[in-house]
């Protein structure tokens, strides 16, 4: 059985001395940043002096440095910026100030795993990865709870990575939920492959397609966004909450039949086989050189894909139903 490490396993005590640089105030930054800061840490951030956060951060009573400047101030350097843009940063503005005894932290082992940064081997390398977009993170701590989140370990130069590893979960308030140990290269593949097959690929290609084929059988778009997308939600919000045996004794035992009988003829061995051929591409490194090409070249295949999910008919009708529905201003 896993182990799961609460509030009571962890102290914060290794950190107690130590200054904690945060690089980058976006979804994250800005989550783990303020979390740890209210749980009494020496929290200070390095961002771009010309960059849209800059002001925000210091508005929200941080101290602010250039990324260079934070790095050499921090005795812990948590990356948390973009990571396409990790690479490069770390080369230029962060590797000179990592000395011996510092730490390096993540919350993606994308970087480290795939070898585009390459820290020396006399600093600790730590990942502490939250569950749970940056506004759940930040949400749920000031309501008295956490996300669940990984931990792992790539270099252990100190002795202590693992502990200070722990204290920072416990500062982002990651152990009130759970934290379980990993490694760089499960978390990275793991999280790519359930990226693209499942919670952002696959959940929205069901949808797209589940929404084409009402309207071609000629059901009005508005009917065939309510049963292909607006009600998703309501059924993940009750897997979420019960799981899928839950959710199935919540549904009609017409919905039960149905979806019991129907939904492995749709989703079937072949959809199956796809995602396998998904893996095998994430574990050969094949999708990592394919995404960090992207990223050199500017990112033109991926602003492409966006702008037809954007012209898509679903996009143009949801917006319609979610302004309707007061969720959208």
Excluded at 105 to 121: C, D
Excluded at 212 to 223: D, H, M, N
Excluded at 238 to 243: A, H, N, P, T
Aim: charged share 25%; aromatic share 6%.
């Amino acid at each position: 059985m896993v182990k799961v490490y609460y509030d009571t396993d962890v102290s914060l005590e290794p950190l107690k001395k130590k200054t904690i640089a945060v690089i980058g105030y976006g979804s994250q930054g800005h989550a783990q940043a303020q979390n740890m800061r209210d749980s009494g840490l020496n929290v200070i951030l390095g961002l771009r002096p010309e960059g849209p956060s800059w002001n925000r951060a210091k508005n929200g009573g941080f101290k602010v440095y250039p990324v260079s400047e934070a790095a050499e101030k921090g005795d812990i350097v948590h990356i948390l910026i973009p990571d396409p843009a990790q690479a490069a940063v770390y080369k230029n503005l962060i590797a000179p100030h990592m000395k011996s005894g510092k730490t390096l932290g993540f919350a993606h082992g994308f970087n480290i795993h795939y070898k585009q940064v390459v820290p020396s081997n006399h600093v600790d390398v730590i990942m502490l990865a939250p569950k749970g977009p940056g506004h759940m993170v930040r949400e749920t701590y000031l309501n008295g709870f956490g996300v669940p989140a990984l931990i792992a370990v790539h270099q252990n130069s100190s002795g202590q990575a693992k502990n200070n590893a722990l204290a920072m979960a416990k500062g982002v308030g990651c152990t009130r939920a759970g934290v379980l140990e990993t490694t760089f290269r499960e978390e990275t593949e793991s999280d790519l492959i359930g990226e693209q097959t499942v919670l952002v690929g696959g959940l929205m290609e069901l949808i797209k397609k589940g929404f084409e084929v009402l309207v071609e059988a000629g059901y009005q778009p508005e009917l065939a966004y309510f049963e292909a997308c607006n009600e998703a939600k309501l059924i993940m919000d009750l897997i979420y909450q019960r799981g899928l045996i839950g959710m199935l004794r919540g549904v009609s035992d017409t919905a039960k039949y149905g979806g019991l009988t129907v939904g492995s003829k749709v989703i079937d061995d072949h959809v199956k086989e796809n995602m396998r051929k998904a893996v095998k591409l994430v574990q050969s490194g094949k999708f990592a050189e394919e995404w960090i090409k992207e990223g050199k070249e500017g990112f033109k295949t991926l602003n492409t894909l966006m702008k037809e999910i954007e012209e898509h008919q679903i996009e143009k009708v949801g917006k319609f139903i979610r302004k309707t529905a007061g969720i959208e201003k």
